[in-house]
């Protein structure tokens, strides 16, 4: 069995960091730099930085920003917002990213996805979906940070991507971000199973035992909160021993 990872992440919003609940409600959650730093001590696995407004502000990442955090960790760094071209890749690469999220924009253009692979390597092009579960039971992309809804499947997307040379899944399921009562399990469970590449869940995350669940019943490979991280509720030395004693496999 793998080693599980345990990330945090960064919504960034004006340079802060945010948090909502289903994408809603958002309110500050600190300084990003202290964040960061704070969270590479603490022993979190990698570190996602989120620009959430990038593409509805039709703007860049913000390069300078990524450099400064970098500057103050010393793990895996994903960067995503606002990111269309294989340049602004190389930009956030030289400020300190070592992976990037792509999710709107490979969306519209999913050869986009081919291009980084191309240029960049699968390993640093993290593929991020924002799925919602409609009363149809089924699971839909949604892109602009949870704007806009598509007809696409999340499954469908996600399985082209990986073909196309995604070489991770980062899956937030609207329906449970921000609201602390557990992981997707369904959703991610069944991209765990049908994807040959690694799935991060990410999404309503609020009790260690939520941890136990997306790592032992949805064969998540990594799972990514914020809140229960940013607010103090969990430390991420006290998740990691708790899962090491159920028997889950964690960098201690």
């Known amino acids: 069995m793998l080693t599980k990872r345990i990330i945090p992440c960064l919504d960034i919003r004006d340079g802060r960091t945010v948090k909502g609940v289903n994408f809603e409600n958002i309110r500050d959650a600190g300084d990003p730099v202290e964040l960061g730093a704070l969270y590479a001590a603490q022993g979190a696995d990698e570190l996602v930085f989120l620009d ?3 593409t509805v ?5 913000l390069s300078e920003l990524v450099n400064r955090i970098s500057h103050h960790i010393n793990i895996p760094f994903t960067v995503g ?8 890749v190389s930009i956030l690469l030289q400020n300190g990213a070592d992976k990037i999220s792509v999710n709107t924009s490979a969306f519209k253009n ?4 081919h291009q980084l692979a191309k240029e960049f390597g699968s390993q640093c092009v993290v593929l991020a979906i924002d799925t919602k579960q409609e009363s149809d039971g089924e699971w839909y992309v949604y892109l602009n940070g949870g704007r806009v809804k598509t007809d696409t499947k999340c499954v469908d997307w996600a399985k082209q991507a990986v073909d196309l040379g995604a070489g991770e899944i980062l899956l937030t399921s609207m329906n449970h ?4 009562q557990g992981f997707a399990l369904d959703i991610t469970a069944t991209l765990a199973e049908q994807l040959p590449v690694p799935v ?5 995350g609020g009790t260690m035992e939520h941890f136990v669940d997306v790592f032992e019943i949805a064969k998540a490979d990594a799972a990514l909160a914020a809140s229960i991280f940013h607010f103090k509720e969990i430390g991420i030395p006290e998740l990691k021993h708790y899962l090491n004693e159920k028997g889950i496999i964690v960098r201690i």
């Open 52 to 54: 959430i407004t990038a």
């Open 200 to 204: 991060i869940a990410s999404g309503g």
């Open 81 to 88: 917002g606002g990111i269309s071209s294989v340049d602004d």
């Open 57 to 61: 502000e039709k703007r860049k990442t």
């Open 177 to 180: 971000d921000g609201t602390k």
């Open 110 to 113: 999913a050869q986009l996805i």
